[in-house]
Nanobody
C-alpha cells in the first residue's frame, strides 16, 4: 500500500522559486527509487528528475539542470523538488512517482518503469 501525494504547486513569476514535496506512505520507503515528471497541455509527459532510494544518485533532464534540485528525506518519508529560476516553459502538472519492490535501485527516465504515482500538482510560471 504505497501512496504518493504532491504538494507545493502554485503560481509564480518567471525567475522565482518553488518547492514541491511528495509525501509517501507505505512500507520500506527507502528502497524506492523515485522521480518527478511533468506534463504540459498538449504535450507528452516528460522526465524531470530522479533519485535513488538512498538519495546518493540523482539524474536531471537537460532543461532543468542547474535550476532544479531533487532530494529526499527518508526519515520524513518525503521527496522534494526545489525549482529555481523558473521559466514559463516550466508550466505543467508535476507528478511524483516511485518504483515498486521488483525494480532495481537505479534512476530511470522512463515513466513505464515507475509503479506508483501521485495525483499531480499544478505549477504555473507567469512572464
Amino acid at each position: 500500500q504505497v501512496q504518493l501525494v504532491e504538494s507545493g504547486g502554485g503560481l509564480v513569476q518567471a525567475g522565482g522559486s518553488l518547492r514541491l514535496s511528495c509525501a509517501v506512505s507505505g512500507r520500506t520507503f527507502s528502497i524506492y527509487p523515485m522521480a518527478w515528471f511533468r506534463q504540459a497541455p498538449g504535450k507528452e509527459r516528460e522526465f524531470v528528475a530522479a533519485i535513488t532510494g538512498s538519495g546518493s544518485t540523482t539524474d536531471y533532464a537537460d532543461p532543468v539542470k542547474d535550476r532544479f534540485t531533487v532530494s529526499r528525506d527518508n526519515a520524513k518519508n518525503t521527496m522534494a523538488l526545489q525549482m529555481n529560476s523558473l521559466k514559463p516553459g516550466d508550466t505543467a502538472v508535476y507528478y511524483c512517482a516511485a518504483k515498486g519492490l521488483l525494480r532495481s535501485d537505479s534512476v530511470s527516465r522512463y515513466s513505464h518503469t515507475y509503479d506508483y504515482w501521485g495525483q499531480g500538482t499544478q505549477v504555473t510560471v507567469s512572464s
